[in-house]
């Protein structure tokens, strides 16, 4: 009798058992060094000296020191420029690849491989190259007549760099969209055509608002991707010039392995945290002036 009850017993859990070793994962490497980090912020944690002070002393001096708070204002100024022409070139790219062209799959596969190799180191160091004062941007630049350019020397020209670096890898972005173009019905397009509705007003008033939904995700996961950037400046400019392109994820880096303040990096990635949660809050509040969904229940 035991034994057909805990025969019982194990076939109604048995998909517990399936998920333990998820479950420990998890649990180790998610939850607590959430935990611990959200611990270590309001600590003044040393990773070889240990734990000197507790208090709100990290929080505080994010808000007053200066290069705390340029690192902030860097990456707002980063995912500003960043996010929009990522999402509008991304566009753009789907929108022309929807058309029924010749060797369109090799174009499709083509503009995708950036997403793949972009984050590489290989892709950072050679971009790197190819903007410097000697590379192949001034090269063909000076085709044209244009003195070298120094990029890397200007807080706008580095930063440029660096954004443009994002927005090649917008491959992602691009199938996402290319997916969403296809669900478009072409009815659609027939019955504006025939009203004399031109493209661009067909693109307008039929693409743009059927595929809302989809422009929604793509800024949201864009968006978020933008405040952890970190290949970029590391690799490219190295958070120069003078620290203009010092964006908060490298900030962070910084302070928790080079000058071994795990407590202050703890406190700038939980500040990161909140920004971003409040980002994306105000992007789901928002949707309702600008998404349009087929199912208006779905909501």
Not at 237 to 257: H, Q, R, V
Request: charged residues 10%; contains cysteine.
């Amino acid at each position: 009798m035991q034994e057909k009850s805990f025969k019982k017993t194990l076939s109604e859990n048995v998909g517990f058992f399936f998920i333990i070793p998820w479950l420990i994962g998890f649990l180790l490497f998610k939850v607590y060094p959430f935990a611990s980090s959200l611990y270590y912020s309001f600590t003044n944690y040393d990773l070889f000296s240990g734990i000197s002070q507790t208090g709100l002393m990290n929080y505080q001096k994010i808000f007053t020191d200066e290069d705390i708070v340029r690192a902030f204002l860097v990456t707002f100024k980063y995912a500003i420029f960043d996010v929009p022409l990522k999402l509008v070139f991304a566009l753009f790219i789907a929108y022309i690849l929807n058309f029924k062209l010749k060797g369109v799959n090799l174009f499709r596969t083509a503009y995708y491989i950036p997403s793949i190799l972009g984050g590489s180191i290989a892709i950072a160091i050679l971009w790197r190259a190819v903007w410097n004062t000697e590379g192949l941007v001034n090269t063909v630049l000076g085709m044209f007549g244009v003195p070298n350019i120094n990029w890397m020397a200007t807080a706008n020209g580095a930063l440029f760099v660096i954004v443009l670096l994002r927005v090649w890898q917008f491959g992602s972005s691009m199938v996402i969209f290319l997916a969403a173009l296809k669900g478009v019905s072409v009815d659609l397009y027939e019955a504006a055509s025939i009203d004399g509705a031109t493209k661009w007003t067909q693109f307008f008033q039929i693409t743009v608002p059927l595929i809302t939904p989809i422009i929604f995700y793509n800024l949201v996961t864009q968006l978020c991707q933008a405040f952890q950037e970190f290949n970029g400046p590391f690799l490219v400019t190295k958070g120069g010039p003078n620290g203009a392109t010092t964006l908060i994820s490298l900030l962070i880096y910084n302070n928790a392995f080079l000058r071994h303040k795990m407590g202050m990096a703890s406190a700038q990635a939980w500040v990161l945290f909140i920004i971003t949660a409040v980002m994306t809050a105000v992007a789901f509040i928002s949707q309702n002036r600008w998404v349009y969904y087929s199912d208006e229940d779905g909501r």
